[in-house]
């Protein structure tokens, strides 16, 4: 037997529910002389009527007391269709918002009430983002669309049916075919999204955010592409510098998530040092922003990171710098694993972050030293992207960098030993 406060509460959050969609529709489309087919009170009272319905259904044991309000409410969404048809206003969002409304208003009766307020939350979500996806699907190209199938595939179709095991000795024992696989989709994934949120954000958007993401996918190519641009717009080193340091913090913050993904117990131990280097980053690129002699505005081309050859390359660049490590600290120790993950930081650090957090994981390598490494080799990697402004950036651009590179190296290194 439903006590009258769990019929109140399951009630209430339907009304509440219906209400905040219907909120949405009302602000979208509503508006001095303009009429909608529900909004915030038609659809409350739809959420109420589907509860009521549910009610009714479980009382009396009929489940097609809920089922004929849903073809009822069917009906009249097929003849508003039609009469907005007519008018040549076809689109049929607000009908399946109502169907949704209706539904969700019977799962807080039938006491979901925490999965129901998600999904009527990420219903209005959806409904109040049309801006933002319109732009996306405005600003993606047939090879977007043709990377995002070869990610589902190398997800949902290649990432399966490898083996989850390795078959070969030591150290060729770390060569897990699966966890391989997932460290490339793991990459692809977060570069891929990034790329996504520059889409539908616009790069025109300034400097800054366009280092912000741009970190995400590639720091080095947000290093290279600023770096260039420095010699064509002298008037924007700063806020080209600030973009630049902005892309190396971010660089940081990632590399902290793919350790959490793969081995929680490592950013324990490594999230200080690293955490304090993008601070320094943020810090200096603060300076730079407020130094600035020229606006911020300044559009920014990214190229969609992910293809399959180079996934694939990624794939093998890791199971590389994961069988040199797992070599170095069987025949060298853990001197032969800080000096290997000095080298990799040259090239990558994302391939040396994952085989790091990796082994650590597995228990062939304790935290301080995997710590350690990834330490060194983020470390290493900023000074491989100063080096790049270093040779081909302008002077001006130069000068606005160097200070801050020594700053995050320093901070890096010194909280790497002292903390």
């Known amino acids: 037997m439903i006590s009258e406060w769990d019929l109140f509460l399951r009630f209430g959050a339907a009304l509440v529910i219906g209400f905040s969609i219907g909120l949405q529709r009302e602000f979208s489309h509503g508006g001095r002389g303009k009429n909608i087919p529900a909004g915030e009170?038609?659809?409350?009272?739809?959420?109420?009527?589907?509860?009521?319905?549910?009610?009714?259904?479980?009382?009396?044991?009929?489940?097609?007391?809920?089922?004929?309000?849903?073809?009822?409410?069917?009906?009249?969404?097929?003849?508003?269709?039609?009469f907005k048809a007519s008018d040549q206003h076809v689109g049929m969002t607000t009908e399946a918002a109502v169907?949704?409304?209706?539904?969700?208003?019977?799962?807080?009766?039938?006491?979901?009430?925490?999965?129901?307020?998600?999904l009527g939350v990420a219903t209005t979500l959806i409904l109040s983002i049309k801006l933002e996806t319109d732009r996306l699907v405005t600003a993606l190209t047939r090879e977007d669309i043709q990377a995002a199938l070869q990610f589902l595939v190398i997800t949902a179709v290649v990432l399966p049916v490898l083996p989850n095991e390795a078959i070969l000795p030591a150290p060729f024992d770390v060569l897990n075919p699966f966890k391989i696989w997932l460290m490339v989709v793991l990459?692809?994934?977060?570069?891929f999204l990034a790329y996504l949120l520059i889409k539908v954000l616009g790069s025109e958007q300034g400097l800054g955010l366009s280092g912000l993401l741009g970190g995400l996918v590639s720091s080095t190519a947000v290093t290279l592409s600023f770096s260039a641009r420095s010699k064509k717009q002298a008037r924007l080193v700063r806020m080209l510098g600030f973009g630049i340091l902005l892309a190396w913090s971010v660089m940081f913050v990632r590399v902290i998530v793919q350790i959490a993904i793969?081995?929680?117990?490592?950013?324990?131990?490594?999230?200080?040092?690293?955490?304090?280097?993008?601070?320094?980053?943020?810090g200096y690129a603060f300076y730079l922003y407020v130094a600035k002699r020229s606006p911020a505005n300044s559009q920014v081309e990214f190229s969609n990171p992910f293809d399959l050859m180079a996934a694939l390359r990624f794939g093998l660049l890791y199971a590389f710098v994961l069988l040199i490590n797992r070599a170095a600290q069987l025949y060298l120790g853990e001197q032969g694993v800080l000096l290997s993950s000095f080298v990799a930081g040259f090239s990558d650090s994302n391939a040396i972050t994952l085989s790091l957090a990796e082994l650590s994981h597995s228990g062939g390598l304790s935290l301080d030293t995997a710590a350690l490494g990834i330490v060194i080799a983020t470390m290493t990697n900023t000074l491989f992207k100063g080096g790049i402004v270093l040779t081909s950036a302008s002077a001006g651009l130069r000068r606005a960098i160097w200070p801050g590179m020594l700053l995050v190296v320093v901070v890096g290194i010194g909280a790497a030993f002292l903390l």
């Open 99 to 118: 169907l949704i409304t209706v539904l969700l208003g019977g799962l807080c009766y039938w006491d979901f009430v925490g999965l129901a307020v998600a």
């Open 262 to 282: 793969v081995n929680m117990d490592l950013v324990h131990v490594v999230w200080k040092p690293l955490a304090l280097a993008a601070l320094a980053g943020l």
């Open 41 to 82: 009170r038609t659809f409350a009272l739809f959420a109420l009527a589907g509860s009521l319905a549910a009610m009714a259904s479980d009382r009396y044991h009929q489940p097609l007391i809920f089922f004929g309000l849903l073809l009822a409410v069917g009906l009249m969404l097929v003849v508003g269709y039609y």
């Open 187 to 191: 990459i692809s994934g977060i570069s």
